[in-house]
T-cell receptor
């Protein structure tokens, strides 16, 4: 399956720990997007990255959240010192380029904070 | 007011019925996506369109750019179509803005 791969599918953390969510885009895709779906809410844009560049991080909380997409390897969404309110489904999507390109979604990571 | 409004929020249909889900948006867009999400599952992109109409199997999507409105139609609905259908508009800059979703249940 050459689709967007996210891992882990489920992640449980205690308050104050760090969460790392990984996303491998589809083959040939160099653009990655992260979206968050809070319980009982719709999806919200977080960040848009190209290889080694953050293009738009207007949806990222100002503190504790960071994202990267290195030259080699998957994109990582990192949440430091997690709190209960970070519990959500985090989806990654990828596209081959910018402009009117369809975005292909992964199956998401369900993050639960104890 | 949300930038993307979907209606209805919930929809129950009998197997075989023709279904329409509507999406209105208030911002300038370069394209519109229709997405499908099963409970606890991932998101599947059904259509991306910027004008006119697209058809895939029993699914049809239309968009009217002047009226800022799109519809998703499902013909001959089936219980396996039960899912959440989400309209998402692509603002200039590739960012997607999502509607709240329509929960569809098709009964046999």
């Amino acid at each position: 399956n050459a689709g967007v791969m996210q891992n882990p599918r489920h992640l449980v953390r205690r308050r104050g720990q760090e969460a790392r969510l990984r996303c491998s885009p589809m083959k040939g895709h160099s653009h990655v997007y992260w979206y968050r779906q809070l319980p009982e809410e719709g999806l919200k844009f977080m960040v848009y990255l190209q290889k080694e560049n953050i293009i738009d991080e207007s949806g990222m909380p100002k503190e504790r959240f960071s994202a990267e997409f290195p030259k080699e390897g998957p994109s990582i969404l990192r949440i430091q010192q997690v709190v209960r309110g970070d519990s959500a489904a985090y989806f990654c999507a990828s596209s081959p380029g910018s402009g009117n390109q369809p975005q292909h979604f992964g199956d998401g990571t369900r993050l639960s904070i104890l | 007011k949300n930038e993307v409004e979907q209606s209805p929020q919930n929809l129950t249909a009998q197997e075989g019925e023709f279904i329409t889900i509507n999406c209105s948006y208030s911002v300038g867009i370069s394209a519109l996506h229709w997405l499908q999400q099963h409970p606890g599952g991932g998101i599947v992109s059904l259509f991306m369109l910027s004008s006119g109409k697209k058809k895939h199997g029993r699914l049809i999507a239309t968009i009217n750019i002047q009226e800022k409105h799109s519809s998703l139609h499902i013909t001959a609905s089936h219980p396996r179509d039960s899912a959440v259908y989400i309209c998402a508009v692509m603002e200039y800059g590739n960012k997607l803005v999502f509607g709240a979703g329509t929960i569809l249940r098709v009964k046999s």
